[in-house]
């Protein structure tokens, strides 16, 4: 089956450093979503890609999906303790149902003040 | 709107004990599925429903039966509980076109003894 595989596991920065994770499929997807979920929290939505080579922002949050739809980014500019949390991607199933999404294992992101 | 409500949230099972974890949501979507996360496993998906009267098994549905009689509840049966089944369970809901994101519930944290 699909699979979404996503690194680094983990990364700590200093307040004020960028941050990247990337995400790689090994099937070509038909979009893939990103989600935050802090600390004892639920996974929160954060944005979906669709196009080929699509860039997209959200304050200091930069996504990108690659040409070949087979990999994404997420770039976070000057970190804040607010960003702490895992982040994950996420895949449609077989078939591109978005009904059966599947996840990459996150990436852990912590930050000291 | 109370978006995706799940009941309870912390819960103890002895070994063999069976139980129901609940879930309802109030905005009318069609897609939902049930999560469990363990560490460093990110989130399985254990049982989807595409809308009332469908559902469907995902990467881990076995010990785990789910039902969908109406639009907005979308029960989890754990048959017969095992240690192995300790988790956090997430479910979760999204309209058909699937272009917003899954709405998360809170979680319910299962231990098994």
């Known amino acids: 089956g699909q699979q979404v595989m996503q690194i680094p596991q983990y990364q700590h920065v200093q307040e004020g450093e960028d941050f990247t994770t990337y995400c790689n499929s090994s099937t070509t997807l038909s979009n893939i979503q990103w989600y935050k979920q802090r600390p004892g929290g639920h996974p929160v939505f954060l944005i979906q890609?669709?196009?080929?080579?699509e860039v997209k922002k959200q304050k200091r949050l930069t996504f990108q999906f690659g040409e070949a739809k087979k990999n994404s980014s997420l770039h976070i500019t000057a970190t804040q303790t607010t960003d702490v949390g895992t982040y994950f991607c996420a895949g449609p199933g077989s078939g591109g149902s978005n009904y059966k999404l599947t996840f990459g294992k996150g990436t852990l992101l912590t930050v000291n003040p | 709107n109370a978006g995706v409500t799940q009941t309870p949230k912390f819960q103890v099972l002895k070994t063999g004990q069976s139980m129901t974890l609940q879930c309802a949501q109030d905005?009318?979507?069609?897609?939902m599925s049930w999560y469990r996360q363990d560490p460093g496993m990110g989130l399985r998906l254990i049982h989807y429903s595409v809308g009332a009267g469908i559902t469907d098994q995902g990467e881990v549905p076995n010990g785990y039966n789910v039902s969908r009689s109406t639009t907005e509840d979308f029960p989890l049966r754990l048959l017969s509980a095992a240690p192995s089944q300790t988790s956090v369970y997430f479910c979760a809901s999204t309209d058909a076109g699937a272009n917003y994101g899954y709405t998360f519930g809170s979680g319910t944290r299962l231990t098994v003894v």
């Open positions: 890609l669709v196009k080929s080579g």
């Open positions: 905005m009318n979507h069609e897609y």
